[in-house]
C-alpha cells in the first residue's frame, strides 16, 4: 500500500465534503480542493499499478470495490425520497428510468440519485476501456485505453450532437488521462537528486498546490495540472522514502469512497428535516465543522461497520473462487490498498 496516496485520497474526499456544504472562506471563494480531478487521477495511475503484475479479475474486482456499497447508498436514497410510496408498484414504475440509469452508470442528462454518481459513471466508462485494453495487451492496456478515451474525445470535437460521444467527452475525463501518463513518468523517471532536495521539492509543491487553491477562487490553467501535481508529489515522496503512515489518515483515505457516498445523502436528509441547519453551515464556521466532523464520521462508520465487511466477504468469495492460487483482490490490497473514486464544481 502507499499511504501517501491514502493521505492525498483523504484530502480529496473532505474537499469534495467542503464543497457541498457550501461555506465560502471568502465570499468570492468557493473550492472542493480539486477532490474528484485528483479521485480521477489517482484512479488512471491506480488501474495502471494493479493491472502491471496481475491483470486477472480485473473488471470483476473493480465492480466488487464500487458497485455494493453505492447500490445500498442509492436503495438508501430511494428510500429517503420516497418514504412510504416505495411500498407503491406506481413509485417504481414512475422512478423506473432514473433508477435504472443511477444503479447502473447510464449516460444521462439528469443527475444520478446519488448526487456524485456521475463521477462513478465516468469511472465505470474508464474501467469498461480499460478492460476491454487488457484484453488485447495486458502489457499496453494503458497506452490502448489512453488514446481509445482521447479518441472518443476528439470525435465529440470534430463531430458534434451525439449524446453518448459528448457525455464521454467531458472535460474531467481527462484526468484520467493524466493519471496514466503519471504512471509512466514515474516508472520510468529516475531521480538522480539526493533525496532531501526531492523531499522538499514536493512538500513544496503539495503545500503551494493547496495555498493557492485557497488565495484565489480563478485557477486559471492550473486547475487542469494541480490534480496530478499532487498525485506525482506524493509518489515521489514515496520514491524518495517518505511515505507517512500516519493511521488517522490512512484510515481516513480508507474510508473516503463512503465518505464521499454518505455525505449527500445525509446533506438530503438534513434538507429535508431541518433546512436551516444546512443554511447556517453555509454561512457560521461553528456549524460549518460540525457538518464537516458529522459526514466525515458517518463515513467512517459505513467504512467500518459495512463497507470493509462487506469487502472482506465479497473479496473472500473472489479468492475461494481461485483458490488454490493467490487472489486478484488479496494482490490488489496488498499492492495499493482500496481505491474509490471516487463533486463536479458546476454539479452536485
Known amino acids: 500500500m502507499i499511504f501517501n496516496l491514502q493521505i492525498v485520497r483523504a484530502a480529496a474526499a473532505i474537499g469534495v465534503v467542503i464543497y457541498h456544504i457550501d461555506y465560502h472562506l471568502r465570499p468570492d471563494l468557493h473550492t472542493d480542493f480539486l477532490g474528484v480531478a485528483t479521485f480521477f487521477v489517482l484512479s488512471g495511475f491506480i488501474m495502471c499499478q494493479i493491472t502491471r503484475d496481475d491483470a486477472g479479475g480485473f473488471l470483476l474486482n473493480r465492480i466488487v470495490r464500487i458497485v455494493p456499497l453505492y447500490w445500498l447508498c442509492t436503495f438508501a436514497r430511494i428510500i429517503i425520497l420516497g418514504g412510504v410510496s416505495v411500498f407503491s408498484s406506481s413509485f417504481w414504475v414512475d422512478q423506473s428510468g432514473a433508477i435504472l440509469k443511477s444503479l447502473f452508470f447510464l449516460p444521462s442528462e439528469e443527475v444520478p440519485l446519488v448526487a456524485v454518481g456521475w463521477t462513478l459513471n465516468f469511472e465505470m466508462y ?93 485557477l486559471g490553467p492550473w486547475a487542469e495540472r494541480i490534480p496530478m501535481l499532487i498525485v506525482g508529489s506524493a509518489l515521489f515522496l514515496t520514491t524518495a522514502g517518505l511515505d507517512l503512515n500516519l493511521r488517522p489518515l490512512v484510515l481516513l483515505g480508507d474510508a473516503s469512497y463512503a465518505i464521499y457516498l454518505i455525505h449527500t445523502l445525509l446533506m438530503g436528509s438534513i434538507r429535508r428535516l431541518a433546512p436551516q441547519v444546512l443554511e447556517l453551515g453555509r454561512t457560521d464556521v461553528r456549524w460549518f465543522v460540525l457538518l464537516l466532523v458529522l459526514f466525515i464520521l458517518a463515513g467512517l462508520a459505513l467504512h467500518l461497520v459495512v463497507e470493509k465487511p462487506m469487502l472482506r466477504f465479497l473479496r473472500g468469495r473472489l479468492a475461494y473462487r481461485k483458490a488454490p492460487g493467490k487472489s486478484t483482490a488479496a494482490h490488489v490490497m496488498a499492492t495499493i490498498g482500496p481505491s474509490p473514486v471516487p463533486s463536479q464544481r458546476s454539479r452536485s
Not at 474501467?127 to 495486458?138: D, G, K, N, T, V
Not at 492496456?141 to 467531458?170: E, K, S, T
Not at 484520467?176 to 523517471?189: A, K, P, S, V
Open 126 to 218: 474508464f474501467y469498461l476501456i480499460f478492460a476491454a485494453s487488457l484484453m488485447i495487451s495486458r502489457r499496453f492496456a494503458p497506452i490502448l485505453a489512453f488514446f481509445v478515451i482521447a479518441a472518443v474525445m476528439a470525435i465529440d470535437v470534430y463531430v458534434p450532437g451525439i449524446f453518448v460521444v459528448h457525455y464521454y467527452a467531458h472535460g474531467y475525463i481527462l484526468f484520467f488521462l493524466e493519471g496514466i501518463g503519471l504512471f509512466y513518468l514515474w516508472r520510468f523517471t529516475e531521480i538522480k537528486l539526493p533525496n532531501a532536495a526531492v523531499v522538499l521539492i514536493c512538500v513544496a509543491i503539495l503545500f503551494c498546490t493547496y495555498a493557492y487553491q485557497l488565495v484565489t477562487a480563478d
